[in-house]
């Protein structure tokens, strides 16, 4: 099976931050990652889908990059509604998620 | 506007069966493949099942193989989650996602959007 290592677990920024989530891959999963983020209570939310292509209606502010085994998820300018968990997940074969990051205020 | 209706969540001992449901609407339900996945309380997401637009082909989370069935019934747009012998690690909020085609077990056919509100399955006696 393939496991996903997100970190950090916990990232404490402030509103306007730069923000950057890694996730590793335990083997070459291509461009199959998809990033999603969740609030307390509610269902994840789908952000980026094979690595780097925005879904859309979500704003630009969120980035995708990476391939292979290494991945990030980049807000440029963390606004107060992106106070959330985020979770990858990799879909090369079967469907494995990250344990999540928790990004909090500062 | 697609959107996805979880129901059958409920509290029950440890052994006994229960069903959940994913009513489905707004887009053309035999196109899509269907998955379930669960989050125990204050963990992280766990991929349960996953079965095709056919329902002709289905997968299990070995944590759930053995115990729990997917079908889908594509005259009311439905998709079931049968859970049979649960167990108190079985806890979770179960949510179903659309996929974003009809096939599944080929590599790039699965990232899940949308996602239903999701449905409280608590097994304790």
């Known amino acids: 099976d393939i496991q996903m290592t997100q970190s950090p677990s916990t990232l404490s920024a402030s509103v306007g931050d730069r923000v950057t989530i890694t996730c590793r891959a335990s083997q070459s999963i291509g461009y199959w990652l998809a990033w999603y983020q969740q609030k307390p209570g509610k269902a994840p939310k789908l952000l980026i889908y094979?690595?780097?292509s925005l879904e859309s209606g979500v704003p630009s502010r969120f980035s995708g990059s990476g391939s292979g085994t290494d991945f990030t998820l980049t807000i440029s300018g963390l606004q107060p509604d992106d106070f959330a968990s985020y979770y990858c997940q990799q879909y090369k074969s079967w469907w494995t998620f990250g344990q999540g990051t928790k990004v909090e205020i500062k | 506007e697609v959107q996805l209706l979880e129901s059958g969540g409920d509290l029950v001992q440890p052994g006994r069966p229960l069903r959940l449901s994913c009513a489905a609407s707004g887009f053309t339900f035999t196109s899509y493949a269907i998955s379930w996945v669960r989050q125990a309380p204050g963990k992280g997401l766990e991929w349960v099942s996953a079965i095709s637009g056919s329902g002709g082909t289905t997968y299990y989370a070995d944590s759930v193989k053995g115990r729990f069935t997917i079908s889908r019934d594509n005259s009311e747009n439905t998709v079931y989650l049968q859970m049979n012998s649960l167990r108190a690690e079985d806890t979770a909020v179960y949510y179903c996602a659309k996929m974003p085609g009809p096939f599944i077990g080929v590599a790039g056919t699965g990232w899940f959007d949308p996602w239903g509100q999701g449905t409280l399955v608590t097994v304790s006696s």
């Open positions: 094979e690595a780097s």
